[in-house]
């Protein structure tokens, strides 16, 4: 679990991201970043009802996205507001493969801390 101060919980604050926010894919993620005011990074996952009908699977996800972001918020930079809306077929991933593919994306939106 994220602690409480990642975590991006309202609606309004989905809405901007959406909104204003820059987005980038792979494979069957899709991440929106937005520049935040604050001095964290907070992150929002979405996983809609085209992925699977039952609940189990779509929470499956959700907590693989969660324990992978986990690993990665250190490497972020503080100070955005990410969303994660997943693509049908990632169902079938395994833990590894979403990893890659979240390292990926990151790159691409270049939000890394530079070492």
């Known amino acids: 679990m994220l602690s409480k101060e990642n975590r991006l919980k309202k609606k309004k604050d989905f809405e901007e991201v959406y909104r204003k926010g820059k987005g980038f894919r792979e494979d069957f993620l ?27 699977q779509r929470n499956k996800i959700k907590r693989r996205l969660r324990e992978i972001m986990k690993f990665y918020l250190s490497k972020i930079e503080p100070g955005f507001d990410i969303v994660f809306l997943t693509k049908p077929g990632i169902g079938e991933k395994d833990f590894q493969e979403i990893k890659e593919m979240m390292q990926k994306i990151f790159k691409k939106a270049k939000i890394f801390k530079l070492q």
């Open 30 to 56: 899709f991440l929106k970043i937005k520049k935040n005011e604050l001095k964290v990074s907070r992150i929002g996952f979405v996983v809609s009802k085209k992925i699977s009908r039952k609940a189990v």
